[in-house]
């Protein structure tokens, strides 16, 4: 059973709405046929599906082995088709589909998680070219209430890392609303994240210019002056060059200085700069932890 799926449940019952629990293993197609049978016959029929399921480990492609895959693939794919395949001939209103971000832009992290929950993506753009309903959204990360918890967390989704990188946490209510609207509006994949553009642009960008923001007008960093030549014009990059502009040269450096040790604390995912020192052996970045 989904933990709190209980006190959920005791809410919406005490609100005034008919609530079962049933506890199914979506990778069993016959666990899931039985599921739906169980459905048929208690009434009323079955309107909407939600196919909500999580990772259960986030690892890099170099760390993740067969059963790994097969796990992360499983949660998400094969229940994701089941339930599409024994639905198909059902007069649902609404299939939806909880995909995340991570399949849109990649993280180190989420290496099959990316995979799996691009497959649902695909998915629903599969189903409403053979006449069904179907949504998948990509969600950024939720705020759950628990973050002071990071022991457990794997670094791509502690929640002071994800700020700094620009990504804010979802408030629940914003983003129930937000599926509200999705539903509404009849939308078949999109993405919700609450994003500050200009600092994920500039950690996104960081490497390379990547043209998969150039859609988004707060994302776009750099535009052309009167004779052509790229001007930083908002983000980190143009507070940076304000900063500098003014500044002594003893100053400048202690700017720069202060800038990479916060850049490199957050690759190393250290939670406050002071953890990484620039006087490490032959000059090099290192951690003093």
Known sequence: MIPGAAAVAAALAGAGTSVSLAACDVTDR??????????????PALSTVIHAATAVELLPLTDTGVDDLALALGAKVTGATHLDELTADLD??????FSSVAAIWGV????????????????????????????????GVWDTGQESDQADRAL????ERLRRQGLRLLDPDRALSALGQVLADDETVLSVVDVDWPRFSAVFNA?????????????????????????????????????????????REH???????????????????????????????????
């Open 207 to 251: 490497m390379r210019s990547w043209p998969l923001l150039d859609a988004i007008p707060e994302a776009r960093q750099i535009t052309s002056g009167p004779t052509g030549t790229p001007v930083v014009t908002s983000g980190e990059a143009a507070e940076l060059l304000g900063r500098l502009s003014g500044a002594t040269p003893g100053r």
């Open 92 to 97: 649902l209103d609404e299939f939806v589909l």
């Open 156 to 159: 791509s989704v502690i929640p």
């Open 30 to 43: 016959d666990a899931v046929a039985g599921l739906l049978t169980w459905i048929d016959g208690i009434g």
């Open 255 to 289: 700017i720069v200085t202060e800038l990479v040790r916060a850049h490199a604390s957050a690759v190393l995912g250290h939670a406050s700069p002071t953890r990484s020192s620039p006087t490490a052996p032959s000059g090099r970045w290192g951690s003093t932890r």
């Open 108 to 139: 180190s992290e989420h290496a099959t998680y990316a995979a799996a929950n691009a497959h649902l993506d695909a998915l629903a753009e599969n189903r409403r070219a053979r006449g069904l309903p179907a949504t998948s959204v990509a969600w």
